[in-house]
């Protein structure tokens, strides 16, 4: 059975610093998609990772596939309030198998 | 604009009467899910439908039922809310089974 775990689950930083969100799984498969969430919003896609060592970067998010390793990171430069959410990772061949999420708040 | 519509947005119903929740779409999809996502926790697959051959989740409580009349539309119904069923339900839409995932924009489920 497909398992997605995240780390870390909350994470509290300030405005203009670097962090990163860790995604790990256990089977292969080949996609990996990562997704924003607001509070009572739906998920709005970020980025889909095709296979190893995809990096795709969008404004200040980053996210990297490493197949062998069995994780997918997501990188933040220089944060801003704006990016405050929680993000899922996701994975699955058939469906769609989410991690715990990670609960992003930027302080100013 | 193709796309996942959801309806309603917001629905409150009372314990023990049925409910259904509806997602429609105009991408002509093969697939469509429904995912139940409880507050604070990641979003969780009920089923799903390939074009009309239904999948259950192994785990999914027998009170979630899901109609699909045609590609376009698919339906959620819960038999007997209880107040462990408030939620958020997402529906989502695939083109195959590894394809991009458009999500809906949610109906958010109260059990008064």
């Known amino acids: 059975e497909l398992k997605v775990e995240q780390n870390p689950l909350f994470l509290s930083m300030q405005e203009g610093k670097n962090y990163t969100i860790y995604c790990n799984y256990s089977?292969?498969?080949?996609?990996l998609y990562w997704y924003r969430q607001d509070p009572g919003k739906s998920l709005e896609s970020l980025f889909v990772?095709?296979?190893?060592?995809a990096v795709k970067q969008e404004g200040r998010l980053m996210a990297s596939l490493d197949t062998k390793a069995r994780l997918s990171t997501l990188h933040i430069t220089a944060a801003v309030h704006d990016l405050s959410a929680t993000y899922f990772c996701?994975?699955?061949?058939?469906?769609?198998?989410f991690g715990q999420g990670t609960r992003l708040t930027i302080n100013p | 604009d193709a796309m996942v519509i959801q309806n309603p947005r917001y629905q409150v119903t009372q314990f023990g009467k049925p409910v259904t929740l509806s997602c429609s779409q105009t991408?002509?999809?093969?697939?469509m899910y429904w995912y139940q996502q409880k507050s604070s926790q990641a979003p969780k697959l009920l089923f799903h439908?390939?074009?009309?051959?239904?999948?259950n989740e192994a785990d999914t409580p027998d009170n979630f039922q899901s109609r699909r009349p045609n590609t376009s539309f698919c339906f959620l119904d819960i038999r007997s809310p209880g107040l462990g069923d408030a939620a958020m339900y997402l529906c989502?839409?695939?083109?195959?089974?590894?394809?991009?995932?458009?999500f809906g924009s949610g109906t958010r489920l109260t059990v008064v």
């Open positions: 989502a839409t695939s083109r195959a089974r590894t394809d991009i995932y458009t």
């Open positions: 089977t292969t498969s080949d996609r």
């Open positions: 990772l095709l296979s190893n060592g």
């Open positions: 996701g994975k699955g061949a058939q469906k769609l198998v």
């Open positions: 991408l002509n999809h093969n697939v």
């Open positions: 439908y390939y074009d009309k051959d239904f999948n």
